[in-house]
């Protein structure tokens, strides 16, 4: 088209030159005017083309590789679209992408440092991977962890920052870091709960033993495992609504006397135990007649006594007219036959009888041996004075059985000093009355058989006086006891020393009366009142005195032999610092037992007093008594050995030496028994008592203080 073009105008401006050149100038003027003037006209074929103009150009488009028509490039601008540029939003123009490339800057890529493209942020969004974010599940962005942490998250969560975040399931617990949150279930104690996965505010309360429900392992409801044993029928205890201990109520019906069963420790059904005692029965026979003709007894009785059930039962019959019995029915066992007639009496002994047996009596089947005609012997034990009774004395006699064999009878005085022998032979006795040291035999006692016999014709008998010696004391005058008892002891007077310090030749009574022993082997009681020895500036009294080496020894060793020879002795009170020394293994005193009068501890007081033994009771000492202690310091026995026993005792308030501390003391031995030598047969023993005749009177017959010191005497 070009060379066309070209060719079209070389021939045109040769045209015009040749017309130029062949006549004048109108032509080319005229050409001029009307081939530029815009306007079709002349022979144009167009406007200010062909015909007289130069010919038309060949027709121009927006396809015809030309950039002409007003094009702003070639076949675009102008009439023809819009040129492709980096900015129409449509990949052309050999653009590697829309807008980008080829003739235009650069294309974005994710890898250019640049925000650049449909990017949302440098290198990322749009056609780019995803942005960073604080909420993209990947630690990235110099995060610290997965979306937290760095300069653009918040801070990553902690199990100490006391926020539930992250992925705890709680604040600062649960999750994949954190400890696990408190839960009721976690078998963990924790949170506030009271204990494992109980209690607190979350939790369910925790199982206890009264909560009426049977949980925790509970084998009952609030009872087993944990708790205490449920109840059973064989716990051994009384419970769950049971009559008695592990029966009755849910359990089996509890045993009775009456339940045809052998049961609850019966020795037999319903008999036996906690029972009415098992009674089985056999008989008893024979014949009653005399020794003389063996002729029957008439109206004889033959009684058998036997104890059932804590009741004694008679079991009797009499015998016929031909003098025969059957005694039946008689509990089994082993029995005394008694046989009665008149004033005959006879006992056979040892009489055994078998369940539904027969036992015959005597060796003649057809007669027992007759009855021995009896007596019996009666009295009572007293004072010289008459005044008391002598309770618990031993009374006894030698008789000839009725095997020709020596026996001995005896009994015991009762409070009041009675006693009575029964059922002895016909004859003559001597009878021994013995109280300890006070002893009397009577002699020529005539038993008449059917009758009560011999000493009953006086008022009482009185023992024959011991040999007694009496040391005097400052606090107590036991001579004025035994003088109301009727007895007239030797007196030895001591002076106090206190008010006058037996200090010379005379009153070293300690040498004189013990230091050799023959002084005193034919006494058989000495008595030692209260304070008559002391200590002088917390010293013994032969340790404060200069009497001679070895005195202490002396002394001690005679008084122990006085004892094991058969001889007995009273310490008052005061006393018993003799006693401490001469007897240290009998009883432990209070205070320091090196340290003379350290058992000085009583204080004044009334005591509540009470005999536990009851072999010193006299006819009217009672169990409890009323006993003033008028002294302060009076001693106080602690304990006993096993050679000794306590007779009266009370609760006493005294001072402790060590301590200066009142204590209230309980049971403590205010009158009590020593035994030097237990296994020596023949040896005597010691008395000691707290409470004695402080007032120097024994006028009073009834106080209660005067009756003890006379039941101790009797003790002796």
Not at 340 to 350: C, I, K, W
Not at 551 to 579: A, H, K, P, T
């Amino acid at each position: 088209m070009n060379q066309i073009r070209l060719i079209f105008l070389s021939i045109s401006m040769f045209m015009l030159h040749a017309c130029n050149c062949g006549g004048g100038t109108d032509i080319v003027t005229q050409i001029k005017e009307s081939c530029d003037d815009g306007i079709l006209n002349q022979d144009e074929e167009d406007i200010d083309c062909g015909g007289v103009c130069r010919a038309c150009p060949v027709e121009e488009t927006c396809f015809d590789d030309i950039q002409n028509q007003g094009e702003t490039g070639v076949d675009c601008g102008g009439p023809c679209d819009a040129c492709p540029t980096c900015v129409d939003g449509i990949q052309n123009q050999g653009e590697t992408a829309i807008d980008c490339g080829g003739p235009c800057q650069a294309c974005a890529t994710c890898n250019d440092g640049l925000q650049n493209g449909d990017e949302e942020d440098v290198d990322c969004g749009g056609p780019c991977q995803a942005c960073p974010t604080c909420s993209d599940g990947i630690q990235n962005q110099d995060e610290e962890d997965i979306d937290c942490g760095g300069p653009s998250c918040a801070p990553c969560p902690t199990c100490e920052d006391g926020l539930q975040n992250g992925d705890e399931t709680g604040p600062d617990c649960g999750g994949d870091m954190c400890v696990p949150c408190p839960g009721c279930d976690d078998g963990i104690l924790n949170g506030d709960e009271e204990d494992v996965d109980c209690g607190g505010s979350s939790c369910t309360p925790c199982a206890t033993c009264t909560d009426g429900i049977q949980n925790q392992g509970e084998t009952g409801l609030d009872c087993g495992g944990p708790c205490t044993a449920c109840p059973t029928c064989s716990d051994g205890v009384q419970n769950q609504g049971e009559e008695e201990i592990d029966c009755g109520g849910p359990c089996a019906a509890c045993p009775t006397c009456s339940d045809g069963l052998q049961n609850q420790g019966e020795q037999d059904i319903d008999c036996g135990g906690p029972c009415n005692q098992c009674v089985y029965y056999g008989a008893i026979s024979g014949t009653l007649c005399t020794t003389e003709t063996y002729e029957g007894i008439v109206n004889g009785t033959v009684s058998v006594d036997v104890l059932i059930d804590g009741a004694q039962q008679t079991f009797e019959t009499t015998t016929n007219t031909q003098g025969e019995f059957t005694l039946d029915p008689v509990p089994t066992g082993t029995h005394d036959v008694e046989v009665r007639a008149g004033n005959f009496f006879n006992t056979v002994e040892n009489v055994s009888v078998s369940e539904g047996q027969t036992t015959v009596l005597g060796e003649d089947p057809n007669c027992t041996e007759p009855p021995t005609p009896v007596g019996n012997i009666v009295g009572n034990f007293c004072s010289p004075s008459e005044i008391l009774g002598i309770a618990n004395a031993l009374v006894t006699t030698q008789y000839v059985n009725d095997d020709g064999q020596l026996a001995t009878a005896e009994t015991y005085t009762d409070t009041n000093g009675d006693f009575i022998l029964e059922d002895l032979p016909e004859g003559i006795y001597i009878v021994t009355i013995t109280k300890n040291s006070f002893i009397k035999q009577v002699t020529n006692v005539v038993v008449v058989p059917g009758q009560d016999n011999g000493i009953v014709t006086e008022a009482c008998v009185a023992p024959e006086p011991p040999r007694m010696r009496v040391f005097t004391g400052r606090y107590d005058k036991v001579e004025d006891v035994l003088e109301f008892l009727g007895y007239t002891p030797e007196i030895v007077v001591i002076n106090d020393p206190i008010i006058a310090p037996p200090f010379t030749e005379e009153g070293d009574w300690i040498k004189n009366n013990f230091n050799d022993l023959s002084t005193f082997q034919d006494v058989d009681i000495l008595f030692f009142n209260c304070r008559n020895i002391v200590g002088i500036n917390n010293l013994r009294f032969w340790d404060s005195i200069n009497i001679f080496e070895n005195v202490e020894e002396n002394v001690m060793n005679n008084l122990r032999s006085f004892v094991r020879e058969g001889g007995s002795i009273y310490f008052s009170d005061r006393s018993y610092d003799i006693m401490e020394m001469g007897f240290p293994d009998g009883v432990n005193w209070v205070g320091d037992d090196d340290d003379a009068g350290a058992a000085h501890a009583a204080n004044p007081q009334v005591l509540d007093a009470t005999v536990v033994a009851d072999d010193i009771l006299a006819t009217t000492i009672r169990s409890s008594l009323d006993l003033e202690i008028d002294l302060s310091g009076t001693a106080v026995a602690q304990s006993l050995s096993t050679n000794s026993r306590a007779l009266v005792t009370s609760e006493v308030t005294y001072t402790n030496p060590d301590t200066n501390s009142t204590i209230n003391g309980q049971d403590i031995p205010i009158v009590l028994e020593h035994t030097p030598f237990p296994n020596e047969e023949g040896s005597g023993k010691v008395i000691f008592t707290s409470v004695h005749n402080h007032d120097g009177s024994a006028e009073v017959a009834g106080s209660d203080m005067t009756l003890l010191v006379a039941a101790i005497i009797y003790a002796l």
